[in-house]
């Protein structure tokens, strides 16, 4: 009998994994086609297992019955077969509970709760799928709660609102599938309106209905990231938000920003002036001088908000951003670092404040360091607002389109993104050769060694297209999903 027609009469209709937190026990169960074929795998099993048994040692194999039932003790392994089922537990009292269960029945079974039988209906059509009960890891975990502040400031802004939902929901189901196209992940939790804080209403939006804007079209894009976050409510917020050592930290930035926005409050006047809906885009770059090419090549990235007040709020910004890079030119000559220029671009119905590095009489064009990955831009077009790293995606991105918004009106996708491998492979080739002599300094390669180890993984990474992320929720569900598409190379001609 071959392994594929093996695996299908010993586990081809499904199998089962549960953990009992109380014992923390483990339970799998197979589920086969043929019972016959189950029984001869546990007997040739234990055959192997005794096989490798030395001298005089005891018998590795320790046999039991349990309510007329074979029982096989294996290490730390106890494993039965009832009718097409093979069961393996780690805890006694979790095999003789599933035993008497089956034999008894049983009112107290997961079958019977709604929330498991929702998650049924769930999974029923997805290739794996499995339930939680996080209300019993939360009084397994002795009743300590999650913070309410933090002193992570990129993690509020990131997973805030996932954190009000991981205080409150009471169980989690995960669904998998797997096909030629790739692979498919969904965490699936109830929802309920009370569940989410009112300090984190820059977060979810009024009355949760927070929706992240349609994807830019961009060129060479390696991520983007769509959200809803009121960066003013949340910079506003920050007590109820973050540890007190953090809200120090934010006062500290509130003074030295407000000196650079002319006396502004940056909270309420600055990140006030923008939407709560925008966008994180990271590109990667490409150098047209070669005298400007840094040795090490970094991809480029920006912020894209609407104004409120374009009008108002344009002028205004452009005055504070050339203020800001003759202060950078100040501080930066004190520490002998090159010197930023200023000039602008337009065109119809768009311009750019651009400030960049220049290329020196008789400088040394093998040695150009990391600020040369950087032409700091501030673009409008209309109430678009771009902040950007460089000049080329800030051009880009200005007029850049945007994608369809979102079908349905029922769901709302508070946060979705998107990392594009082929994008992320360019990078890494783009610096190969850094990355060989970082892996023959740090792992102590030879040359040959660290080029095939990087040439592997660039290699890989061609071989998927990209991952999706999506966060959506209705009234009484939420949905974190992740779907990973494969291109071979065969068939992307990479």
Request: glycine residues 8%; hydrophobic residues 40%.
């Amino acid at each position: 009998m071959k392994w594929p027609e093996i695996v299908r009469e010993v586990a081809g209709r499904g199998a089962i994994v549960a953990f009992e937190p109380k014992d923390e026990g483990l339970l799998i169960g197979l589920h086969g086609e043929n019972g016959a074929t189950q029984q001869k795998l546990i007997e040739s099993l234990i055959r192997l297992v005794r096989l490798g048994r030395q001298g005089n040692d005891r018998d590795p194999v320790r046999e039991a019955t349990y309510r007329d039932l074979a029982v096989y003790r294996i290490g730390d392994a106890r494993v039965t077969r009832v009718g097409d089922w093979i069961w393996i537990t780690n805890q006694d009292s979790v095999g003789k509970g599933l035993i008497d269960a089956l034999h008894d029945g049983t009112d107290s079974s997961l079958a019977n709760t709604e929330a498991f039988r929702t998650a049924a209906r769930t999974g029923r059509d997805h290739a794996i799928w499995s339930w939680g009960n996080l209300e019993a890891l939360r009084e397994q975990a002795g009743g300590e709660g999650i913070p309410d502040r933090t002193d992570n400031a990129i993690g509020e802004l990131l997973i805030g609102g996932l954190i009000d939902l991981a205080r409150h929901v009471p169980d989690l189901t995960l669904v998998a599938d797997v096909n030629d196209q790739g692979l498919s992940l969904s965490a699936v939790t109830p929802f309920r309106a009370e569940w989410t804080s009112e300090a984190r209403e820059y977060w979810w939006g009024p009355e949760d209905r927070g929706q992240a804007p349609p994807r830019l079209a961009v060129a060479d894009s390696l991520m983007q990231i769509e959200f809803h976050r009121d960066l003013s409510e949340m910079w506003l917020r920050a007590g109820d938000l973050y540890v007190d050592s953090t809200v120090d930290q934010f006062d500290q930035a509130e003074s030295t920003l407000s000196t650079l926005f002319a006396g502004a409050d940056f909270g309420e006047d600055i990140l006030g002036a923008f939407a709560p809906t925008g966008h994180l885009v990271v590109a990667r770059q490409t150098f047209d001088d070669p005298a400007l090419v840094p040795d090490i090549r970094l991809p480029s990235f920006a912020l894209v908000f609407d104004m409120e007040d374009a009008e108002t709020m344009g002028p205004q910004l452009q005055q504070n951003f050339q203020d800001m890079i003759g202060f950078v030119n100040i501080t930066g000559a004190m520490d002998g670092q090159p010197r930023l220029y200023q000039r602008n671009d337009s065109g119809d119905d768009w311009e750019l404040a651009i400030a960049e590095y220049r290329a020196q009489a008789g400088a040394d064009r093998q040695a150009k360091p990391i600020n040369y990955n950087f032409s700091p831009t501030l673009g409008f077009r209309g109430k678009r607002c771009v902040v950007a790293s460089t000049a080329q995606l800030a051009r880009q991105l200005v007029t850049a389109e945007l994608g369809e918004a979102p079908r349905s009106s029922a769901d709302v996708s508070n946060t979705t993104a998107i990392v594009e491998s082929a994008t992320l492979a360019a990078v890494l080739d783009d610096n190969r050769d850094q990355l060989i002599a970082q892996s023959m300094i740090d792992d102590g390669k030879t040359r040959d060694e660290a080029t095939r180890d990087v040439g592997i993984l660039i290699e890989l990474l061609s071989w998927i297209d990209a991952a999706t992320l999506n966060f959506s929720h209705d009234e009484h569900r939420a949905e974190l999903k992740v779907d990973l598409t494969i291109a071979p190379p065969a068939e992307s001609g990479r």
